[in-house]
């Protein structure tokens, strides 16, 4: 067999019948320290992908699902959540083709004027909130299905 070199923690990738090269794969500690990385050398986490990820069939997650925030806030302004994007088709009569249905999932910023409350100054508060817009008809379009805590009524959109 011949090899054209290997990388510490690289898992093998036979390319032909004859020759191994370093795969996308990475592991890095053993038993229960155990990490796997996809594109990444360094992961971090017990299953660490770097990039997008397709999951043919179904997924389930037995833990926390966490989508963070798009940046960290700073002292004068909040940053949302990764969106979470949920896919559906319908079938348009009016122009006899199915057309996608994509809503969107995400924790959103939202400035509150707490003067209503008794608070002179406004304050930052999040929630969650539904979008959806379809490929034929433009952009996505707010629902209004806000959960918030501390906005009653005087939110408006950052």
């Not at 995400?106 to 304050?123: G, W, Y």
Request: aromatic share 6%; net charge negative.
């Amino acid at each position: 067999m011949t090899t054209t070199g290997g990388t510490v923690n690289a898992i093998p990738l036979f390319t032909t019948a004859t020759n191994i090269q370093n795969s996308a794969i990475t592991q890095t500690g053993t038993g229960t320290t155990a990490k796997v990385g996809i594109d990444t050398t360094t992961p971090s986490t017990t299953f660490d992908v770097k990039g997008s990820a397709t999951i043919r069939g179904a997924a389930s997650v037995m833990g926390t699902l966490t989508l963070p925030a798009t940046s960290p806030a700073t002292a004068t302004k909040g940053t949302n959540s990764q969106p979470e994007s949920f896919a559906a088709s319908s079938f348009n009569s009016t122009i006899a083709t199915a057309v996608a249905q994509t809503f969107l999932w995400q924790a959103e910023l939202v400035l509150c004027s707490l003067l209503m409350q008794a608070q002179i100054t406004p304050s930052q508060d999040a929630y969650t909130n539904t979008l959806a817009g379809t490929t034929n008809y433009g952009t996505a379009v707010t629902l209004g299905l806000p959960v918030s805590e501390g906005c009653d009524g005087g939110c408006s959109s950052s």
